[in-house]
């Protein structure tokens, strides 16, 4: 498979930080502090985020935030008709749900089917007292009526585009592309 083309660098190390280090505030602010707060990524990268996330929380607050992953593989509405492009991996959620304010962590929000598995996973290990969702790149074109409360950055894109995350833990360095979808 040859990589796709890169059209545009849209995010380089120093905005992916900023961007995370305001989504963190925006959490704080809106959750006035981290009381009965928790954060769960979507592996893989919203699991590196939601960390991240987690960390620069305990840099503002003094306190740590709890994290933990989902793999929604078997969640989603595709599960049953296509392979998954990696093996599923463990959902890790170190603590209870219930009666917590979940922040539901990933790195593109497109056709909002990826957070709806998400959303219907939590919900099956407990009754959060509610779900925020926070994203790093939001890029449009839903197919379910899901929206973002917090977003690093809005980037209009054709749906003959794909929006590429690279995370400095698993690609080396913290970037974000436009680049052609493969035909």
Do not use: C, W
């Not at 280090?21 to 006035?32: C, D, M, P, S, V």
């Not at 049953?80 to 790195?107: M, S």
């Amino acid at each position: 498979m040859t990589p796709p083309k890169i059209k545009a660098l849209i995010m380089e190390a120093r905005d992916f930080d900023r961007a995370l280090t305001r989504i963190a505030h925006e959490i704080l602010e809106r959750n006035k502090g981290i009381q009965d707060l928790v954060l769960i990524g979507i592996k893989s990268r919203g699991e590196i985020l939601a960390e991240r996330l987690a960390a620069k929380i305990k840099g503002i607050e003094g306190s740590e935030v709890p994290f933990g992953a989902l793999d929604i593989t078997f969640y989603r509405d595709d599960a049953g008709t296509h392979r998954p492009e990696k093996a599923p991996t463990p959902t890790l959620l170190p603590f209870d749900v219930n009666k917590k304010k979940v922040i539901l962590v990933d790195d593109v929000l497109y056709t909002g089917r990826s957070a709806r598995a998400a959303i219907d996973q939590i919900i099956d290990f407990g009754r959060p007292t509610s779900i925020q969702y926070a994203v790093l790149v939001d890029r449009g074109h839903r197919e379910f009526p899901i929206h973002a409360d917090y977003v690093g950055k809005n980037i209009p894109s054709s749906s003959k585009e794909k929006v590429l995350v690279h995370v400095k833990e698993s690609d080396g360095k913290d970037e974000v592309y436009i680049a052609e979808a493969e035909a």
